[in-house]
């Protein structure tokens, strides 16, 4: 299985991440040239060499009239106070300087009426549906740039629809999100997996005060993602940067075992002492690898009869797995654990289950990760009738079964052993 895997041990922001997955494949100057034939107004795309704690990597730089917006996440309320906009940045989340509060009047040698110019989310929406690329990157970057809009309406308390963002940041962003659409089309994974997110810690100056880090869309964005601070004081992730992350990852955890491929190094413009990069691996993993609940609780007061059908309502509820183990209690008391495996998401709703259709007063609940091989179902035809055969593979093993349910029916109709049936399978 094609397998891309993201450490954003420093963070996450838009043009680190495009930056990284453009180390991944072959023809990075065909990729800028593309980037700069979308139309864009007055965005330029540019890949410039980095190095940061003496390792090489990649800086992508997007400018806007000639600009690059350095201010991030700063709401503009001096012109519209009943409507707060984010900039978005261009993507800098490192390189903030706390002690004063950001510049937003961009009094650069361009024409002043790009830098007070504003757009909704449907301006963004008609630019993206106009771009030169494919429905599916128009459709995955109207996704994550959704998911931002949403997170800002929510931070500021307004509707989606009227969210506005201040033009330069909004056209960088535009750009940083269309090109790791772009490049997660080219680079095409199975199964892509991010690391933790560091968000930083402490507080970032806005125009409004003070705000606490994670920034508020941040913080919403990143709801259910695993994401921790540290000792770095700033804001290590932006809102683009975590709604990249939310859009294409399918899990959050650690590196699974994979062959690496390729590696790209996405370099922020700081220096700090840990290398200041989003790394990316691509390679290939033999199986599947995840994490599942597993939810237990002691019995020793249930007839066989009651913890059958238990076991059977938590199947039929549809979780992964269950089974029971003998166990000694106190008391000398022999009893049983019953245990089930379902999604992580799913926990409570069979713990509650648990709890109904048991005696028990308590439910454990564990995370367990989850090795697995790739599966597919086939259908066989035999003398006596189709049969389901499932077929499993990965790390050099190959497995077949034949449904039992079919096995049985056979053998059943016919008069068959169990062994005898089988054997119509080859």
């Not at 978005?88 to 002043?112: L, W």
Request: overall charge negative; charged content about 20%.
């Amino acid at each position: 299985m094609k397998t891309l895997y993201l450490e954003c041990n420093m963070g996450a922001a838009g043009d680190m991440l495009m930056a990284a997955l453009l180390e991944l494949i072959p023809d990075r100057e065909a990729f800028v040239e593309e980037m700069n034939a979308l139309g864009l107004p007055g965005v330029h795309v540019a890949l410039e060499p980095a190095v940061r704690c003496g390792v090489t990597g990649s800086h992508v730089s997007v400018t806007v009239h000639g600009t690059e917006e350095e201010s991030v996440d700063v709401p503009l309320a001096h012109e519209h106070p009943h409507v707060h906009e984010h900039p978005h940045d261009h993507e800098h989340p490192h390189d903030h300087d706390h002690e004063h509060p950001h510049d937003h009047g961009h009094s650069h040698d361009h024409d002043h009426s790009h830098s007070h110019s504003h757009s909704a989310l449907g301006d963004i929406r008609h630019w993206i549906s106009h771009l030169p690329v494919s429905d599916k990157v128009k459709a995955d970057a109207v996704g994550v740039y959704t998911l931002i809009a949403e997170a800002e309406g929510h931070a500021h308390g307004m509707p989606v629809e009227e969210i506005h963002f201040h033009e330069v940041g909004t056209l960088d962003a535009v750009a940083d999100v269309v090109g790791v659409c772009l490049l997660m089309e080219k680079i095409a994974p199975d199964r892509v997996v991010a690391s933790p997110i560091h968000v930083g810690c402490g507080q970032v100056q806005c125009a409004h005060g003070v705000l606490p880090v994670p920034a508020p869309a941040t913080a919403y964005i990143l709801r259910e993602v695993p994401i921790y601070g540290g000792s770095i004081q700033g804001e290590l992730c932006t809102p683009t940067g975590a709604a990249l992350l939310k859009y294409f990852a399918d899990s959050f955890g650690a590196m699974p075992v994979m062959e690496i491929e390729a590696t790209g190094y996405g370099m922020g413009t700081k220096e700090f002492e840990a290398a200041n990069c989003v790394r990316a691996h691509l390679g290939h993993t033999s199986g599947q690898v995840g994490e599942v609940a597993e939810l237990s609780c002691n019995l020793d007061d249930m007839t066989p009869e009651a913890i059958g059908f238990a076991q059977e309502i938590l199947l039929e509820a549809g979780v992964l797995d269950v089974f029971t183990t003998p166990i000694g209690m106190k008391k000398s008391r022999p009893g049983v654990m019953l245990t089930c495996l379902c999604r992580q998401e799913d926990g409570e709703k069979f713990a509650k289950l648990m709890l109904r259709h048991t005696t028990t007063l308590g439910v454990r609940e564990h995370t367990c990760r989850r090795y697995t091989l790739e599966r597919e179902e086939t259908v066989e035809e035999t003398a006596y009738g189709p049969v389901r055969v499932k077929h499993a593979h990965g790390d050099g093993v190959e497995k077949s079964k034949p449904e039992y349910e079919d096995v049985a029916k056979i053998a059943r109709e016919k008069g068959m052993t169990f062994a005898q049936a089988s054997q119509l399978v080859k």
